[in-house]
């Protein structure tokens, strides 16, 4: 028996979950004291929410699956690509999903479309987090299984 395969499923399971909870944690934090969305327009507004929730969420997935036995300038590379993936992932997820829409009454007869802010906030999240978290640890896989690097 391979005494590397215990060893890989169990770093691998670890860093998955502790990425999910600690990106999502750093993602909502961020967004909590540094995204302020008034006053710009709705395409503005997306970018800057991406923004803001994937460069905390990207850097933490990559503290997450840094590995020391990588070389550092392998290891940035991949950092700045899980960054990149975390960031544009969420626009992605928004312009292609549907988000919530509700009508408010507005004087006597007018209806005004209400978007769900809490809608884009959750969709922007989750996709940021996984996304990052699955392409870091399609990163871990390739550098253990063919470069032996646990």
Known sequence: MN???????????????LGLIFSSFAGFISWVFFFDGSGIDQNVYYVKQSL????????????????????????????????????SLP????????????TT????????????????FKKMLMGAVLGGNVLASLFFLYRSLFHKEI
């Open 3 to 17: 005494i590397k395969i215990p060893i890989l499923v169990s770093s691998f399971t670890a860093r998955f979950f």
């Open 105 to 120: 009454l507005l004087g006597p007869s007018l209806r005004v479309p209400v978007v769900s802010l809490g809608d884009i």
């Open 52 to 87: 803001v929730i994937g460069i905390p969420v990207g850097f933490t997935v990559s503290l997450m699956w840094w590995n020391t036995e990588s070389s550092g300038i392998m290891m940035a590379a991949q950092a700045v690509v899980i960054i990149l993936f975390a960031i």
């Open 91 to 102: 626009l992605l997820v928004v312009n292609f999903s549907n988000i919530d829409v509700g």
